[in-house]
């Protein structure tokens, strides 16, 4: 305890454990807790899960029989039901954007939580879904970002949102389909909690996505870049693109969409055109979010990108421009609400420190120039996490970077633990414990409940 109170003294406006009183959002009880389990005036102490206890503002808790989405199909609107015990959250209103900020009903809104792109895919029940959603909402988190897209060939027993057979793609509207994301929707509600979905993923070995497109509409092998660029491709994802946005336009537990995950000119395979540049992606970024936007007013677009800047000549290579990304030029596409940069120095080849910091640096600096909120939307470290990262939330804080999800949570479900890659955040660790605090100095300096 000794050690993590130094690091979590780098972050200001967090009281710690040992205070007479535990301030909003604060932790006031969990396994292995011994500080005061006194709340702040006008909160309560709230058990989230065994580990974690939280004073919650205006606190009281219920169980209900069902959750529920509100999902649009060509008939109307519907609203499909889930049997489920879980916490009642009012998640109501869009989240919006005003200069550098996200805003709810006009006043400040903090995007602060993690990422979980699982739990949509596992075929989770509601019951592990509720807990995987309630290990995130204990710390404080307002956002999750998870997949919106799984393309597979032949089924493999995980949940899947497209299949193909040759050249036709079908959208699974079925239980384990889109009826599943409508749980998970549902139940990331019921813990005050709203979702940023990713529609394609650059990498083919994370549930397909940008390659199977160009695969089996082109040919095995094509050129990955022809993502971005060939007619019937582009046709295809927006046809794909129009299925799942269109289900869920007045659904205020989706924050936002995300055009790709981690869009680059390469992608898992060797193949590219050798005729993909900055222009090529940005190109294509400006087409699809504006398309979104001709279907969908009420939700936020983001491309999802990991916030590559273009400056030629530049020693360190996600500076340079090489990669397909120009973070600046990007943040100024009319049709982007928000920027994104994801943070991964190990497998960079970079130092944690002082890369990780300069990173954060130049992407507020950016986000000033553009007055755009931008969030540090996915980060890891695989060594010193604790204290690494408290050094990258000190400097969130201090250069007013809009917000933050970790990569990524962790849970103890009913068949044993989420998938771990080395950076998942279960509950009760020195990290969760970070997160928690993290969160509560975030919203502070935002002003934001």
């Excluded at 600096?365 to 690494?388: C, D, H, R, W, Y």
């Amino acid at each position: 305890m000794k050690r993590l109170s130094r690091l979590l003294s780098l972050i200001p406006a967090i009281t710690l454990a040992s205070a007479q009183t535990v301030p909003i959002y604060g932790q006031c009880g969990g396994i292995g807790f011994t500080g005061s389990t006194i709340c702040a005036t006008g909160s309560a102490c709230v058990v989230a899960n065994p580990y974690y206890s939280q004073c919650i503002p205006g606190a009281s808790t219920s169980s209900v029989s069902s959750i529920s989405v509100t999902s649009t199909t060509g008939s109307g609107t519907t609203t499909s039901t889930s049997t489920s015990t879980s916490p009642t959250a009012t998640v109501s209103g869009f989240v919006k954007t005003s200069g550098t900020q996200f805003t709810l009903n006009d006043e400040p809104f903090t995007v602060v939580g993690a990422n979980s792109y699982w739990v949509g895919l596992m075929n989770y029940d509601t019951a592990d879904m509720n807990t995987a959603f309630a290990d995130i909402a204990a710390t404080g988190a307002t956002t999750v970002r998870t997949w919106g897209f799984n393309e597979v060939t032949t089924p493999d027993g995980v949940a899947y949102y497209q299949s193909w057979s040759g050249s036709t793609p079908t959208v699974n509207t079925g239980a384990n389909g889109l009826e599943n994301f409508d749980n998970v929707v549902a139940v990331a509600k019921a813990h005050g909690l709203r979702l940023i979905v990713t529609l394609t993923n650059n990498w083919y070995d994370l549930y397909g996505g940008m390659d199977v497109y160009v695969n089996q509409l082109l040919g095995q092998g094509s050129p990955h870049d022809f993502f971005y660029t060939n007619t019937t491709v582009i046709a295809a994802y927006k046809d794909y693109v129009k299925t799942f946005v269109s289900r869920y336009v007045n659904e205020p537990g989706i924050l936002g969409w995300e055009l790709a995950n981690e869009p680059r000119c390469l992608g898992s395979t060797s193949a590219t055109s050798g005729t993909c540049t900055i222009s090529t992606i940005s190109t294509w970024a400006a087409e699809i979010s504006a398309y979104i936007k001709s279907i969908d007013a009420n939700h936020l677009v983001a491309i999802g990108d990991e916030g590559f800047f273009n400056d030629p000549g530049n020693p360190i290579y996600v500076y340079q421009g090489s990669l397909g990304i120009d973070f600046d030029a990007n943040l100024n596409i009319s049709t982007l609400d928000f920027g994104t940069l994801h943070l991964y120095p190990d497998s960079w080849g970079e130092p944690a420190n002082p890369f990780g910091t300069q990173w954060i640096e130049d992407h507020a600096t950016a986000m000033l120039a553009s007055n755009k909120p931008v969030i540090l939307e996915e980060f890891g470290s695989t060594s010193n996490q604790s204290a690494v990262y408290a050094t990258w939330y000190s400097t969130v804080l201090s250069t007013g970077l809009t917000g933050d999800l970790i990569w990524q949570a962790g849970s103890d479900l009913t068949n044993g633990p989420t998938p771990n890659d080395g950076y998942a955040v279960y509950p009760g660790s020195d990290v969760y414990v970070l997160d928690t605090q993290h969160a509560a100095a975030l919203k502070a300096r935002d002003g934001s409940a």
